[in-house]
């Protein structure tokens, strides 16, 4: 049985192009029991895509691949503990992207040591460039 655990939808511009609605369809259609979506530093997609799950029988896993420095580290939602901390690692991540006289946004970014502090109820997985 396999279940993706790593996935981005169309809002995760130039990574991927399906609507979270389309790929909860695909899963259903493959048969998988689960299906995370990860889009790069944000939940963007995660409400959509956990009511387009239930009416295919599909467990929606909610996550996100946050960067962290010049990496990435993807982080999947275990509980209620874990859904906050997530959306408090992804509220500091942007919370400095447009720190700048300018108004110009940057790219978000949390440190590891951000991530230590608000592991709780989170699974990170390695292997992402």
Sequence with gaps: MYVELHAHSA???LDGAS???ELAAAAAAHGYPAFALTDHDGVWGSMEFAHACKGF???PITGAELTVGKSHL???VED???YRNLC???T???AHTRDNTGRTSSQPWATLEQV???AEGLVCLSGCA
Excluded: M, Q
């Design 116 to 118: 230590e502090e608000h």
């Design 57 to 59: 029988g599909v467990r």
């Design 88 to 90: 408090r690692l992804l």
């Design 11 to 13: 809002f995760s511009f």
């Design 19 to 21: 609507t979270p609605t």
């Design 80 to 82: 209620a503990v874990g």
């Design 92 to 94: 500091v991540a942007h």
């Design 74 to 76: 993807t982080l999947l």
